[in-house]
């Protein structure tokens, strides 16, 4: 399937089709299910492509919502394509040593869509950082690539496919254990890794519902569910409530 890419030549994401639009809806419902939205709910999306995502959780949870993206070629299609009070778009690039991983601003959701395999080296110091970003019991809500799905594992661990897909030099797809501890050493609680998602962007039209059925069936068998395409990723910011003496 065609992929669109960056201004330096990485694929980051793949081209428009319904399929691609169907799974980002469902990937936005997911997360969806993770929040409890009110008035002052602010989003913050990392690595938003062109922003159909960050346009999704607009639209469905009517929080405020700023999607980011290292690539403004990227920021600049998603201004044009995607248009909400509540929804706006800035250039970002998120690093590990530096103030600027993410806006002065804090926020009640940190999400992403395949965005911190990016940062596979920096991922603790960068967990870290985006969990200051967050507002007490906020969370950080991300899906990522499964290493184990047996195509990732290919395109991710084989020099000759790693260019054929033309991945960025330090990017690296992960397991459930790896983030895991990631996500601890990095100071969150309440988190949880799952296997989801069984649909290829470039699926045919007529194969959507089949495939999503049979995926969500897929995910319900042990064993089987550690080949999802994707691994969904929930953990929230530590909270002490005040000593009532105090």
């Known amino acids: ?14 081209k428009p089709c ?31 492509g062109i922003g159909e995502l960050s ?57 992403g869509n395949g965005i911190l395999h990016h940062v596979y080296e920096d991922l603790e110091t960068i967990l870290a950082h985006l969990k200051s970003q967050l507002r007490p019991r906020g969370k950080v809500l991300f899906w990522e690539p499964n290493l184990f799905n047996p195509y990732i594992f290919l395109i991710f661990k084989f ?3 790693r260019r054929m897909a033309k991945l960025e030099p330090d990017e690296m797809a992960f397991g459930r254990s790896f983030i895991s501890q990631k996500l601890r050493n990095s100071g969150f609680s309440k988190w949880k890794v799952e296997y989801s998602d069984f649909l290829l962007p470039n699926t045919p039209d007529a194969l959507i519902q089949p495939m999503i059925h049979l995926g969500d069936f897929l995910e319900r068998v042990p064993l089987v569910d550690r080949m999802a395409q994707s691994l969904f990723i929930s953990a929230q910011n530590h909270f002490h409530e005040p000593h009532p003496n105090r």
């Open 55 to 111: 346009f999704f959780l607009a639209q469905k949870t009517g929080a405020q919502v700023v999607g980011t993206d290292l690539c403004q070629e990227f920021i600049e299609k998603a201004r044009t394509a995607y248009q909400l009070p509540n929804l706006s778009f800035q250039q970002l690039k998120l690093e590990a040593n530096t103030d600027s991983a993410a806006p002065s601003e804090t926020y009640d959701y940190i999400v």
């Open 159 to 161: 020099e000759k496919m």
């Open 1 to 14: 399937m065609a992929s669109i890419q960056d201004d330096r030549g990485y694929n980051q994401g793949f």
């Open 18 to 48: 319904k399929a691609l639009t169907v799974r980002f809806e469902r990937r936005c419902d997911r997360m969806i299910r993770e929040m409890t939205i009110t008035p002052s709910t602010r989003i913050l999306e990392l690595g938003c």
